[in-house]
């Protein structure tokens, strides 16, 4: 093999999962931004209209999303132990 093309590969793969973890920040990020939004707007409807139910579902999807999204970012930092699952 070419050592220079191992360097590059290297180089490339190092620079995927730079990418890759801004990537997940900016999601997050985004995704506290979204619930912020929602929360705000449902403090100022009515509790019994259409628009608040709708909003309050619009906000536990949000929710479960950013759960689902901080679980598959902490799989991706994953380094070979479950925490959860080691007994001391």
Not at 29 to 50: F, G, T, Y
């Given at each position: 093999?070419?050592?220079?093309w191992c ?5 490339r ?10 990537w997940w920040?900016?999601?997050?990020a ?5 619930m ?16 608040f139910?709708e ?6 999807k949000?929710?479960?999303l950013?759960k689902?999204?901080?679980?598959a970012?902490e799989w991706?930092n994953y380094?070979?132990?479950d925490?959860?699952?080691v007994r001391?």
């Amino acid at each position: 093999m070419n050592i220079h093309w191992c360097r590059n590969e290297a180089e490339r793969l190092w620079w995927l999962h730079r990418e890759n973890a801004m990537w997940w920040d900016e999601l997050r990020a985004s995704l506290l931004v979204i619930m912020a939004s929602l929360k705000a707007d449902l403090r100022k409807q009515d509790p019994r209209s259409q628009q608040f139910k709708e909003g309050l579902n619009s906000l536990k999807k949000t929710r479960l999303l950013w759960k689902d999204i901080n679980e598959a970012y902490e799989w991706e930092n994953y380094d070979g132990v479950d925490a959860r699952r080691v007994r001391v």
